[in-house]
């Protein structure tokens, strides 16, 4: 089945924000004609440079886990809901990405480590993996040639028409696993969930395409169950939400793994930030004049999806961790920009998408760096010199408060909960140094950190720990889906320096793990390198295929995969059990 939406969005502008409310629930109105459609699009003509024809082009280029299982899994943000990685383990193999293949590893016992089947994906290349007991599911990208555009069509840049493609394969005979369904959608993926046998899809594609016959570019999806051909959804079936700005497409494809259905919904608009729980989606759009952010609220039921209304607030979510969903509110925390600066603002929203309450003018002349909402309380890192941490009080929606600020050096990217009372954060530490009597920091080091907010009036830094110098860097800080935390040890992968700012040498890129102990505090357990080349001897400062990536735990072994091996080692005395080296990466692309 197929039904598009025209979402209207607007790229993020920076001025003065007035706000307000916004609730519906009726239907949205139908497009129904091409020539309806053109004016649509017109409107936002002058923004992308003009509506550009071309030629159809046929030819495709190159282009929080759980902890009572014996194995470790992906770090997400909503328990149930999984995210999609590089790297996945169902406890006895592992399925990770290698350029433009996939690799089914056998990994339990340790002993038996070594490749079991290699999947070359021709002009595809994966970048999400699933993993289940009865199925693998990978989604990447594909491009086609980019058709040669007429002359002073006023495009100012090559267009690369590009689509997602996804690969279902049976599990059943993991020597020789099958392809089982092949799916391809119009345009790039956003971001993708899965819950139980459901595969949820977010897509993007630009508007600005016009065929030859004059006509707007349509988008499109293929299915295998029905014979693979294109399906175009036609113009009587897009709506659109009036009040809005048109950008681009965006697809919504639900696949039921276990039955086989499958539910393509396509919106026109701008796909920012997405935030998911088990009975909701919302989408996170920052638009119009004043930068204000409007979010799309979605029921999803199996394959269903049902649009629920819109709410509006000022400022823009730094990222999927500032929104939550907590006993029938929508929780979104932003940072405004001002004409005097920028401030934070933390909004609840009700089940009609009004605001029920909200804190704005937060910590004046910073902005949000990490956001974490736990049950009724939610935290907030924002930054400019130090470090505040801010625990604020959503137990009534009505009436959200700050009860507690800690100040102190260095900032977190990532916020994790370790408990109700304890967070850990993961960022960089900081100096302050001054020039010609201007104060301006300094990055140093890695810095983790736990926070004791027993007292939610008064939450405390109560230990850390600082690793390498200035440049030192961990792909943590940046994607919390690389952040391993198994029964109480956090690693990440991470490059050390040594030295003093652009002196600074690189002497270290692996695994770094920790024991992690509200109590005890930060313990390193060890480190793991896949250097094989003395480059962290030789002070060599560059991204290399053996730099690690991910860490996964089977038992008693840590695997640590890079581009170019997979490693073993016994998880209590980090001795090395197996190693295996992994295919060299000839074309395509290394992880992203």
Avoid at 452 to 461: F, L
Wanted: aromatic share 10%; charged share 25%.
């Amino acid at each position: 089945m197929k039904k598009i939406c025209l979402v209207l969005a607007l790229l993020l502008l920076v001025g003065g924000c007035n706000v307000a409310s916004v609730s519906e629930e009726s239907p949205l109105p139908v497009v129904g004609s091409a020539e309806n459609l053109m004016k649509l699009l017109e409107s936002r003509q002058q923004v992308y440079g003009g509506l550009v024809k071309y030629r159809a082009a046929n030819d495709a280029v190159e282009a929080t886990a759980a902890q009572d299982s014996g194995h470790s899994t992906t770090n997400i943000q909503v328990q149930g809901i999984d995210e999609g990685d590089m790297v996945k383990t169902d406890g006895s193999y592992l399925y990770h990405i290698a350029g433009n293949k996939v690799l089914i590893t056998r990994a339990w016992p340790a002993s038996s480590l070594e490749i079991a089947q290699e999947i070359q994906m021709d002009g595809f290349f994966p970048s999400t993996l699933y993993v289940d007991d009865k199925y693998l599911v990978v989604i990447g990208g594909q491009t086609e040639k980019s058709p040669e555009a007429p002359e002073n069509n006023g495009c100012c840049w090559p267009y690369m028409p590009a689509n997602t493609r996804v690969l279902v394969y049976d599990l059943t005979d993991k020597d020789n696993i099958q392809l089982s369904r092949d799916f391809s959608l119009d345009g790039f993926t956003v971001t993708s969930r899965k819950k139980d046998n459901y595969l949820y899809l977010v897509n993007s594609q630009y508007t600005f395409r016009i065929m030859e016959d004059g006509q707007p570019q349509l988008p499109w999806y293929k299915d295998s169950a029905e014979g693979g051909e294109e399906t175009v959804i036609g113009y009587d079936e897009i709506c659109y939400f009036p009040d809005g700005e048109i950008s681009d497409y965006i697809m919504f494809a639900a696949l039921d793994l276990e039955g086989g259905k499958l539910e393509v919904d396509t919106y026109l608009g701008w796909a920012q930030n997405i935030y998911m729980s088990h009975d909701y989606l919302y989408i996170a759009l920052t638009e119009g004049d004043n930068c204000d952010t409007s979010i799309y609220r979605f029921a999803v039921d199996g394959i269903k999806m049902e649009y629920k209304g819109k709410g509006t607030v000022s400022g823009y979510p730094l990222n999927q961790f500032a929104m939550d969903e907590h006993k029938g509110h929508f929780r979104i925390a932003t940072t405004e920009q001002r004409e005097d600066g920028p401030v934070n603002n933390v909004y609840v929203l009700d089940e009609k998408m009004n605001v029920a309450g909200e804190i704005k003018g937060l910590a004046p002349g910073e902005t949000i760096y990490a956001a974490r909402f736990m049950g009724d309380m939610g935290y907030l890192v924002t930054f400019e010199m130090m470090d505040p941490l801010f625990a604020i009080d959503l137990s009534n929606p009505k009436k959200p408060k700050v009860l507690g600020e800690l100040k102190i050096p260095g900032f977190s990217n990532y916020l994790h909960p370790l408990d109700d009372k304890h967070l850990l954060g993961i960022g960089q530490d900081t100096e302050i140094s001054e020039l010609e009597g201007r104060e301006f920091v300094i990055t140093k080091g890695i810095k983790l950190a736990i926070f004791d907010v027993s007292d939610i009036n008064s939450p405390k830094e109560e230990h850390a720990v600082v690793l390498g110098d200035s440049g030192s860097w961990s792909e943590a800080m940046y994607d919390h889906k690389a952040v391993f935390f198994h029964k109480g040890v956090l690693a990440v992968p991470a490059g050390l320096t040594k030295g003093e700012n652009w002196e600074a040498n690189l002497v270290f890129q692996g695994a770094l793990f920790f024991d992690i102990d509200v109590e005890k505090g930060i313990q390193e357990l060890g480190r793991i390198t896949h250097d094989q080349n003395g480059s962290q001897e030789n002070g060599i400062f560059y991204w290399t295929g053996s730099n690690v990536r991910r860490i996964v735990q089977i038992e008693d072994v840590y695997y640590t995969i890079s581009d170019s091996q997979v490693m073993a080692h016994n998880a209590d005395t980090f001795s090395k059990l197996a190693e295996l080296d992994l295919p060299e990466i000839t074309s395509g692309n290394h992880w992203r």
